[in-house]
């Protein structure tokens, strides 16, 4: 049986519930060794270490959390080869270019962001109200944050190696990492290389643990601990709203990341000007990944007519062309067969796939969906249920006011785009669309699909309930991701030599920018005014 | 019966739930008109209006907003005795100093500062990449905030002219306000002057719609309405968190401000320099207001021993000499009841007061009430709970451990104070203490009582759960508080024309603080990059 990394070593799972082996999506069969499910002593054991080592990171300099940030990412650097074929073996996703030379460079870059997000401390904002003698930050929880990874970045959204996890070691929280059980070798790899930046960087020996499988019901009293400060989640909707429904109750904040369509509008002029480009686009972007995105383009809106046809048939061929990919794991099968059927049943029709594909392991043939604009106004709920994988639904319009009622009807979605005229004849209906699609979608675009998400200060990896539990926060892009994983410290005339760093007279490294009597500058405060 | 502003206008309620009268505090009489009980149609009349008010107000220019929020303050200050007189009876707090020449200006000027805040856009952080042709900001809810007011500050905090309803406005959203019943005609005067800003800044009718009172399920029923955007409460525990709890199940934020303590430290060294002067300041801040406030400091931590003893006869005197003031309705009487015998029920010793005072109307003599550490250590949480009034608890300890020992067992609190000694004495435990207390409280000060709440962007009147329902927030203090009521968007290559003026390439006053590339700057972004 593999050990946890639990209490700052390898430690051998304390009653365990039982155990699981990773299985090969390509075959279906298990492969590599036993992994334990954890029982309450392992939770209780891993909470126990990561208190303390809390209260410790709190007080440690932002340089040596930023110094372990770049070791972790530099040993994922070092391992790359390997880590992209352990990764291959347990989620089926190619390890080039998807792997190697995408999700991984992303995933470094990613943890490098973080380390310079936390060698700057532009996050906790430091403002200073000198007149009224009030410094406030933001500050770590100095409590754990628990992260849960989802099945489908194994490097770049893993509890270990994610966004998550360096955003809430960014502000300086400890993480209690509960993986995914589809890839338990790559999460053990990678837990490896952290705990190696652990100890070089000389962080609290428990400032990462990692936990491979629970039962559900443990998972909710995780995070109802009062010992937690916070939770990342990236999943599923069903399981997202349990987490934070067991955490609300005590007061602890759950910043799930859960089910999108990402609905995207194709007007009429974008269609005759460049509609089979366009058809190509949304192919690429709905099979990248065996269409296992957050940020799917799984709801498509086109006009009905002739332009709108053409393009149905270019994306269908497209489908049809495409070999069915290999499934993340056998429940991603079980879920697309139940939520294709949902759509069928709601009143959509198959226009290609639909079904199970042929072959070993897991696939599900390419699948594209249709339904009239008045049929989903009458069915708008069951008709935006996600199917995770590669299924699209189109939602033909027959006119302008029908297109606007669709983007009225949508809930809550992680992106929104519209496709428009390069000549402007689109542009009343698209401003139209986009005052309906602003308030419910965390990013809109235009012209472009949206499954690039960019690690940037100005990116939201967000939206609005049900796509995540809060629209005020993103997961992806520093500062703005580690802001959830912060408190709001407030000092009232204290003496400057109990102030942090950020918040003492002296600008800390001379760069920091602050708030300073509503201005953001560099400087020092002018006088000591406690 | 009174009528409602509902709608945009003054309706008369339909199908009332009945009808209250204020009570004079203190003669315990009934006094002013009947006002409505709402029901149902009452509620979701204002939420029809609210929406669409929601929709229009997100595009207004945030010059206009600004200009009601000065309107609406200067038509407070041009009715100020009247409302300190209405206040006054309803609430038995003195028209001069609290009510006229403390509260109103501070509640005009939060107004004013939220008028500045809107106008600065500042809250609003925008943030551009221009590599990645990503702009992000907060920007309003597009929902209407709904906002409960308390019963103790019936102008700072009333869901009309309160911070909460300064924030909700300066960021956009209209406000559906759920006055406090204890001073509805206080709230209908400040809904009228509300009423004629609107009008006169040209803002949707709805913008600010009032209910007086309601049955507790219609509450929850409002706040879990999937038309509201986030929810402003400042109350008691039990309110606050019976209104999370409903919110929370579909995803709608609520902020509450509940119960806390206030812990205040005095160290030996300080008790031996300036003990009397000390005790002297305890009571009166805790005296202030009939001790109705949410930062009344209710437990304090003092050495055995002889300086301490003279410090509770000094603080001892002081209450014992005051005379007890009239309470803000029979709720608080009965709450205090309550609070003081569960205190002594935990082992609490009465030192003066604890009981209800002889004279008409609602009052309670000035509380002290003392028990030793080890004792408290046994029943931390029976002794940690809030009696909302003039009371406070010493809690005696024998060495230095003890008194850390305290720190460690305290729950979420808005603020935590420490005294120490001029001369350095105390230095050593107080900044362990500090360390301690820091992760427990939103507010820390140092020699200084925790009663004032100053209006200042440094600000943090917040502080962990169960203080308040998330401690990333702040309920007083602009531009952060206004960040409750915002949600995030973001633009991935949307045309310039398309873009809010904050995110357009031409700062859109020139003054504009905005994050371009990581560097906050009041710089156009240099070439149109979508």
């Given at each position: 049986?593999?050990?946890?990394?639990?209490?700052?070593?390898?430690?051998?799972?304390?009653?365990?519930?039982?155990?699981?082996?990773?299985?090969?999506?390509?075959?279906?069969?298990?492969?590599?060794?036993?992994?334990?499910?954890?029982?309450?002593?392992?939770?209780?054991?891993?909470?126990?270490?990561?208190?303390?080592?809390?209260?410790?990171?709190?007080?440690i300099e932002p340089e040596r959390i930023a110094g372990f940030l770049d070791a972790f990412a530099s040993g994922i650097e070092a391992s790359a080869p390997e880590l992209a074929e352990v990764a291959h073996r347990e989620t089926a996703l190619g390890v080039h270019p998807r792997l190697y030379d995408?999700?991984?460079?992303?995933?470094?870059?990613?943890?490098?962001?973080?380390?310079?997000?936390?060698?700057?401390?532009?996050?906790?904002?430091?403002?200073?109200?000198?007149?009224?003698?009030?410094?406030?930050?933001?500050?770590?929880?100095?409590?754990?944050?628990?992260?849960?990874?989802?099945?489908?970045?194994?490097?770049?959204?893993?509890?270990?190696?994610?966004?998550?996890?360096?955003?809430?070691?960014?502000?300086?929280?400890?993480?209690?990492?509960?993986?995914?059980?589809?890839?338990?070798?790559?999460?053990?790899?990678?837990?490896?290389?952290?705990?190696?930046?652990?100890?070089?960087?000389?962080?609290?020996?428990?400032?990462?643990?990692?936990?491979?499988?629970?039962?559900?019901?443990?998972?909710?009293?995780?995070?109802?601990?009062?010992?937690?400060?916070?939770?990342?989640?990236?999943?599923?909707?069903?399981?997202?709203?349990?987490?934070?429904?067991?955490?609300?109750?005590?007061?602890?904040?759950?910043?799930?990341?859960?089910?999108?369509?990402?609905?995207?509008?194709?007007?009429?002029?974008?269609?005759?000007?460049?509609?089979?480009?366009?058809?190509?686009?949304?192919?690429?972007?709905?099979?990248?990944?065996?269409?296992?995105?957050?940020?799917?383009?799984?709801?498509?809106?086109?006009?009905?007519?002739?332009?709108?046809?053409?393009?149905?048939?270019?994306?269908?061929?497209?489908?049809?062309?495409?070999?069915?990919?290999?499934?993340?794991?056998?429940?991603?099968?079980?879920?697309?067969?139940?939520?294709?059927?949902?759509?069928?049943?709601?009143?959509?029709?198959?226009?290609?796939?639909?079904?199970?594909?042929?072959?070993?392991?897991?696939?599900?043939?390419?699948?594209?969906?249709?339904?009239?604009?008045?049929?989903?106004?009458?069915?708008?709920?069951?008709?935006?249920?996600?199917?995770?994988?590669?299924?699209?639904?189109?939602?033909?319009?027959?006119?302008?006011?029908?297109?606007?009622?669709?983007?009225?009807?949508?809930?809550?979605?992680?992106?929104?785009?519209?496709?428009?005229?390069?000549?402007?004849?689109?542009?009343?209906?698209?401003?139209?669309?986009?005052?309906?699609?602003?308030?419910?979608?965390?990013?809109?675009?235009?012209?472009?699909?949206?499954?690039?998400?960019?690690?940037?200060?100005?990116?939201n990896h967000g939206g609005p309930y049900p796509a995540t539990s809060h629209s005020g926060f993103t997961s992806v892009g520093f500062p703005a991701a580690i802001r959830r994983f912060a408190t709001l410290e407030c000092y009232d005339h204290v003496r400057e030599a109990w102030l942090p760093p950020e918040l003492r007279d002296r600008n800390p490294d001379g760069g920091l920018q602050r708030c300073i009597d509503g201005v953001w500058t560099?400087?020092?405060?002018?006088?000591?005014?406690?």
């Open positions: 049986m593999e050990k946890l990394l639990i209490g700052g070593g390898w430690q051998v799972s304390d009653n365990p519930g039982g155990s699981f082996r990773a299985e090969d999506p390509a075959t279906g069969q298990p492969i590599g060794p036993e992994f334990p499910v954890s029982g309450a002593a392992d939770v209780e054991f891993a909470l126990t270490h990561a208190e303390a080592a809390a209260k410790d990171l709190a007080a995408v999700e991984l460079p992303r995933t470094v870059n990613q943890l490098r962001q973080a380390a310079a997000a936390a060698r700057s401390r532009l996050w906790s904002a430091p403002t200073i109200d000198t007149q009224a003698g009030l410094r406030a930050r933001y500050a770590p929880l100095s409590k754990p944050v628990v992260v849960f990874g989802p099945n489908n970045f194994p490097f770049a959204f893993n509890a270990v190696s994610g966004g998550d996890c360096a955003a809430a070691l960014a502000a300086g929280n400890p993480v209690i990492a509960k993986c995914h059980p589809a890839h338990p070798q790559t999460c053990r790899q990678l837990a490896k290389i952290a705990q190696a930046a652990v100890q070089s960087a000389g962080l609290p020996m428990a400032t990462i643990q990692i936990l491979y499988h629970m039962p559900p019901e443990l998972g909710l009293k995780l995070v109802s601990d009062s010992r937690v400060g916070a939770v990342g989640f990236t999943g599923s909707r069903a399981g997202g709203l349990a987490l934070k429904r067991a955490a609300d109750e005590v007061g602890i904040p759950v910043y799930a990341e859960m089910s999108s369509i990402n609905p995207v509008f194709i007007l009429s002029g974008a269609l005759a000007e460049r509609g089979a480009e366009i058809a190509s686009e949304l192919a690429t972007s709905c099979l990248a990944g065996v269409g296992q995105f957050c940020t799917n383009p799984g709801f498509v809106v086109i006009p009905r007519g002739g332009a709108g046809d053409t393009f149905v048939s270019v994306a269908r061929r497209c489908f049809e062309q495409a070999e069915p990919g290999v499934l993340l794991a056998r429940g991603v099968l079980e879920g697309l067969v139940r939520s294709v059927d949902a759509l069928r049943t709601a009143g959509a029709r198959v226009l290609c796939g639909g079904h199970a594909a042929s072959g070993a392991g897991y696939r599900y043939s390419p699948t594209l969906l249709s339904v009239d604009a008045d049929h989903f106004a009458e069915h708008a709920a069951a008709l935006q249920q996600e199917a995770f994988g590669p299924v699209s639904l189109f939602i033909r319009t027959g006119s302008d006011a029908e297109t606007e009622s669709i983007a009225r009807a949508l809930e809550g979605n992680l992106t929104g785009c519209v496709y428009s005229a390069r000549d402007g004849s689109d542009d009343v209906l698209a401003e139209r669309l986009m005052k309906q699609l602003r308030p419910r979608v965390g990013r809109l675009l235009n012209d472009r699909m949206p499954t690039g998400v960019a690690v940037s200060a100005a990116m560099t400087a020092d405060v002018a006088a000591s005014t406690p």
